[in-house]
């Protein structure tokens, strides 16, 4: 979850060159008009509807990016010269990959337009989104490259009370405006699945050990606040604002039963 720059060569460029290609002419003037209102409703898939390309021009769409998408231009979208601290979709730390923001089955017109090839994790492109590109009105993805607002703070666990059988849920954060806390929410619970409910479970367990070390026995509310702030700071300069580590430690700060437990777990560490 982060807001990026347009890729470099993104505009109508690539439907020209293609265009000349013989047979795609007559392709030109429906793809160009698709993209001109993919930029003009940003990739929003409550106002950018399937350009209706069927049959063959639908397939041969769709298929080039099985043929460019090991290409120079596309592979600097998903490995760029300055890595990214984390996933810009869903802020792990997974391997480098490619998302099309509207899924080209259902848009085969925008298969390699650069606009809705979004840098992703592999866990992102792995099967938890598949074909999903929208949920109820007005829920959808984060667009990295057009909403601006996607490199502030998002979205933290939330907790179920009974921190003993350790149950918890991303949501967005309750201080964003309404429709923005829709489309946050819808984000995270579709993105985030199995791979990082396990990184939260390996985050809690070990974690009152490596309290106990840094702050000692008995701990004070105070001091574990103070400590989980620094963690936090730490995540956030490291792996950005969004990242996996800094949606559990807002969390944990903003949940006092959670605090609660966290000390009650220290003191219980053998010393």
Request: net charge positive.
């Amino acid at each position: 979850m982060k807001h990026l720059p347009l890729p470099i060569d993104a505009g109508d460029g690539i439907i020209t060159r293609q265009c000349r290609k013989p047979g795609w002419a007559v392709r030109e003037a429906q793809w160009l008009a698709a993209a001109a209102l993919y930029r003009q409703f940003r990739g929003n898939p409550w106002r950018v509807l399937p350009a209706g390309f069927t049959g063959a021009d639908a397939t041969a769409l769709h298929d080039l990016y099985d043929t460019r998408g090991r290409s120079g231009p596309i592979n600097r979208i998903r490995r760029p010269a300055v890595p990214f601290k984390s996933c810009p979709m869903c802020g792990s730390l997974g391997g480098r990959s490619l998302d099309h923001a509207l899924p080209r089955r259902r848009f085969p017109e925008f298969s390699i337009l650069r606009e809705n090839l979004v840098p992703a994790c592999e866990i992102c492109n792995s099967g938890e989104k598949g074909d999903t590109y929208r949920g109820r009105w007005p829920a959808r993805f984060i667009h990295p490259y057009y909403d601006r607002w996607a490199s502030r703070a998002l979205w933290r666990i939330e907790f179920d009370p009974n921190l003993d059988v350790l149950q918890f849920e991303p949501v967005a954060l309750p201080t964003l405006p309404r429709p923005r806390r829709r489309i946050v929410d819808f984000h995270v619970k579709t993105l985030l699945g199995k791979d990082w409910r396990d990184s939260v479970r390996r985050e809690w367990g070990p974690l009152p050990s490596k309290l106990s070390r840094r702050l000692g026995p008995a701990p004070t509310e105070n001091m574990l606040r103070a400590e989980l702030e620094t963690r936090l700071q730490d995540a956030t300069d490291t792996y950005g604002v969004n990242c996996w580590d800094a949606g559990f430690l807002r969390g944990a700060l903003a949940d006092p039963l959670v605090i609660t437990k966290l000390i009650e777990r220290v003191n219980a560490v053998p010393v």
